[in-house]
C-alpha cells in the first residue's frame, strides 16, 4: 500500500562466529545476518532496505536511533542471551509495542527479548541429532505461508519438541516433524500492542538452513506480514485519549 | 502484490428497495447495492473492479461463471433468505472454501450462506429504537481497522446485541455499543477453508449507514483483507497429496 | 457440581461389525460402541450413566427423547455417513446448540453433523500402513490432558495428516506425528451455541486403539469437559430477551 | 475431582483502606481483601480454604511457604504497584508458570505481575463519574460464566474502556458497556505455563462493587475454573524429558 521500502534490520549475537566454532562458519563464514540479510534482499527486492546488526556494536547496534528506523527488526541469539543489556531490551520492547513488527529466530526462543513478550518460560524439549525436519503448512491461506511447500523438507537440523512453554499462538502457520517423533509448533504468530510478533524455530548455526530456498521464502513472507502499515500508528493518539464524546 | 484489480461482487437482497418500501428508498432509491459499489469504487480505485447482483436475476445473479469471476463478494439480505435456492448456496459455500473472500453485512447473519460457514443458529438480541451505535476497534493493528477512526460514531442504528450465536470468532475488531446500553462483536473474522469471512453489522435498510465514509472505510479495508493472493490456492493440488515423500 | 451422573451416549455406525469386516470384528466383536461404552463406564464410575445407540436401530436409535436424554454424545462413523437421515442430523445439531457436548471420533470427521458443525470440508490426508502414532499434549494444562501421558504412543494405526480442512480450532490440545512423517491436529476444541465439540482422531476399526488405556483416558476426560454444567441452560430464555433494562 | 479444599489467597495492596480514604472505608471498613475473602467463603463453603494477605505485612505476605501453599490467588492493587518487591513477583510468576491459578482485579491491570504475565502496557482508557456499567456475557457456556445474569448491573462505577492493551485473550467471557458509550473486555482468561490467568475488571475502591452478589458470583466461579487439578503439575517431570522413545 505505500511504496517506501520496508526498513529491516537483521540482528545477530554473532558468537559462534566470532569464536572459532568450525562447523558454523563452515555454512556463515560472514555470520548469520550476513546470510539472512542477503536473501531478503535478494527476496524482497526494491520492497526492502535490509541492514544488519550485531551483539558486539555500540548498544548492540541498536541505538534508539537505529530502532526508530526500524520497521521490522529479526532477532537470531542463542549463546550469549544474558549479554544483551536490558535498556536495549527495554527500547525493543517498547518499539514493538508502539508498532515495529518482530521476527524471532530458533534459539532467540530464550531470549530476553522474546521471554518478555510472551510472559512464559519459552522452555521446550530438545535434542541435536541432525535428523530431518519437515514443516508443515496448517494455515494456508495465511501471507507467511504463500508459496511455500508442504512440506518444507530440511534433510538435518537440531529437534526442538513439544511441550514449548508459550502463550497460546494467535495463529499456528506451521507444525514440524522430526525424524525421532516429536512435533513442534514452529511457525507462530502473536499481536503485542501494535507490533506483530512472528517466532519460526528452522535455522541453527550448525546446519545450512537460512541456504534454503523455502526457509528464506517464509522469512521474506514474515517480512511483509509483520512491517506496520504505512509508517507507524500511535496508540497514545489515537486510542487513550478522553471521553468518545470529547474527541 | 499482485497488478490485477479486486475483482468485486455486491450482492443485494434488493427486497426492501423493489417493494416500496419508502424509508429504504430514501436512502438507497437504486439499492443498497449500488451505494456499496459506488462506494468501494471511490475508496478501492484502480485496485478493484466492482460488480453488482441481485436477487432477483436469473440464479440470483451468481451463476458458476459470475462465481468463477469473483475474489471477494459482499453480501446483504434481511427479508428473503428463504428464497435464495440452495444450490446457489452451494456453490458460494465451495467457493469460499477454495478461497474466494466473503463480507456478510447486518442482517446476512441470518442468511443460508453465514449460517452454512459457521454451523450455529447466528441469532441475536434486536432492537429497532434508531439509537447511537458507537463502534470501537479493538484490534487497532488489523488491517481491516486501518485509518478507521476510534470510535466510529453511527448517530442513528438498529441495535444489535448479545449473545451472538456465532462461534468465537478467529479475530474481533470491533465492538459496538448502543445507547440502551448493549454490546456487539459488530466485526469479527473467520477462515473457512482457503477463504476468509469478515461478518460486519453496522448498515440497517433504513439508515443511511453506507453512506457514512468510516464505514465504507471499513468494507473497502475488508475487501482487501479478503481478496485471495495472486489467484485462488487450490487446496486439492497442493494439500492432499499422498505421502510427502512421494510428492 | 451437581450429583446426577452424566448421561452418555455412545453411537456406532455399527457397518463393519455387522458385516462381516474380519479385522474389525477382531477388536471389537460386539462392535467399536460396546468397548467405548465399558471404557467409559470404567473410567469414570458412577459419574457417567452410558448407553449406546446405532444406526440400524429405529431412527438410528437418537429419538427426540434419547436426545433429550443424553449429556454428551460420541459419535463414531466411517462408511456410511450418507445414510444418517437428515432429520436426526438437524435433531443432533439443535441439542448441540442448545448445550449437549458432543464427541466426534476418528472418520466422523466426514460424518454430516460434524461437517454441519464446521462449516468446511472437513478434509485431510490419509494413508494406511498401519504405522506408529505418537499423540503429543500441546495444552498440558487443559483438563482433557488430565493424567495423559506425553506422549501417547499408538503402536500402529492409519494416518491421518494435514492439512485438515477445519476451522481455526478453539483450543488444540494434542498433535499427532506418524513414522512416516505427517503431523496431525488431532485433539481439537470448539463451542457451538451452548454445547461444547471435541474432535479426537485416534481410533481406527482395523486397530486395537480403543483398548488403549490412554486413549480411553482422554475420551473419559472429554466426557467430563463436554458435558454440560448443572443441566442446559436454554440460550432462549437467557440470552434473546427484549433490552436489558426490560429484563 | 478431589476432596480437599482450594487453598485460595486474597492479597490485597490495602493502601486506600490504612491511609485514610474516606470513600473507600466506607464501603471496605476492613480492607478490600477482607469483604472479597468473605464472599468467596460464603459462595464456595468446605470447597475453599480462604486466606488473606497485604503488601504491608512481611514479603507482603507472599513468602515462599505462602506461595506454595496456594492454589489461587486473588490480585488487588492501585496506587503502590512500584512498592512491590520484585523478588517477590519473581516469585508468584513462577508460581503460576507452575500451575497456580491467579484473578487479576480492577486497577492490577497496572500491577507487575501482570504487566510480565501479559508482556504489554496493559494501558487503558479511563474515566471517573460513577455512572453505570453493564457486563454482558459472550460466552455463555464457561464455567466462569455459569449462573451470572445477562447483564451484570453495576449502578455506578469507574469507566474503564478500549483500547486496552492487553495480548489477544484466550477467551472473552464478559463485555462491559458504560453509559457514556466506552466498550471494555472485562473478563478475558488467558494460560501462561500451567497457570490459568482471569482478569476481571468490576471492582474499584470507592463502589461496593465487591459486595455485589453477581460480582462475587463470578469471583467464586473464576476461582473454580483457575483451581489446579488435584495438586500442581509439574512442567518439567512430564514435559521436558529427553526423547519420547527413551521415556
Redesign the interface.
Known amino acids: 500500500m505505500t511504496a517506501s521500502p520496508i526498513r529491516v534490520l537483521v540482528w545477530n549475537e554473532n558468537f559462534h562466529e566470532t569464536n572459532g566454532d568450525e562447523k558454523a562458519l563452515s555454512h556463515y563464514p560472514d555470520g548469520i545476518h550476513t546470510v539472512i540479510a542477503d536473501a531478503l534482499r535478494s527476496q524482497l527486492g526494491v520492497d526492502a532496505d535490509v541492514r544488519t546488526a550485531t551483539l558486539q556494536e555500540h548498544e548492540h547496534g541498536l541505538t534508539q536511533e537505529v530502532v526508530d528506523d526500524t520497521d521490522v527488526l529479526l532477532w537470531w541469539g542463542h549463546a550469549r542471551h544474558d549479554e544483551v543489556d536490558d535498556e536495549v531490551v527495554d527500547r525493543v520492547h517498547e518499539a514493538v509495542?508502539a508498532?515495529m513488527g518482530i521476527l524471532v529466530l530458533h534459539s532467540g526462543h530464550y531470549s530476553k527479548i522474546f521471554k518478555?513478550?510472551?510472559?512464559?518460560?519459552c522452555?521446550l524439549?530438545w535434542?541435536n541429532d541432525g535428523e530431518?525436519e519437515?514443516v508443515?503448512?496448517?494455515?494456508?491461506?495465511h501471507?507467511i505461508a504463500?508459496d511455500v511447500p508442504?512440506?518444507i523438507?530440511i534433510p538435518e537440523h537440531e529437534?526442538y519438541?513439544?511441550?514449548?512453554?508459550i502463550?497460546?499462538p494467535?495463529?499456528?502457520i506451521f507444525?514440524?516433524?522430526f525424524?525421532?517423533?516429536?512435533?513442534f509448533?514452529s511457525g507462530v504468530t502473536?499481536?503485542?500492542?501494535?507490533?506483530?510478533v512472528f517466532y519460526f524455530s528452522p535455522g541453527d548455526q550448525h546446519f545450512p538452513v537460512y541456504h534454503h530456498p523455502d526457509i528464506q521464502r517464509v522469512l521474506a513472507n514474515g517480512v511483509r506480514w509483520a512491517a506496520?502499515?504505512?509508517g507507524r500508528?500511535a496508540?497514545t493518539a489515537?486510542?487513550?485519549?478522553?471521553?468518545?464524546?470529547e474527541a
Open positions: 509495542l508498532g518478555r513478550l510472551m510472559g512464559t518460560t522452555s524439549k535434542r530431518r519437515l508443515w503448512t496448517v494455515a494456508p491461506r501471507p504463500l508442504h512440506p523438507v529437534m519438541g513439544e511441550f514449548y512453554d502463550p497460546v494467535e495463529e499456528t507444525l514440524s516433524t525424524a525421532g517423533g516429536e512435533v509448533r502473536y499481536t503485542r500492542g501494535l507490533g506483530r506496520p502499515p504505512a500508528r496508540l489515537d486510542y487513550h485519549a478522553p471521553g468518545w464524546y
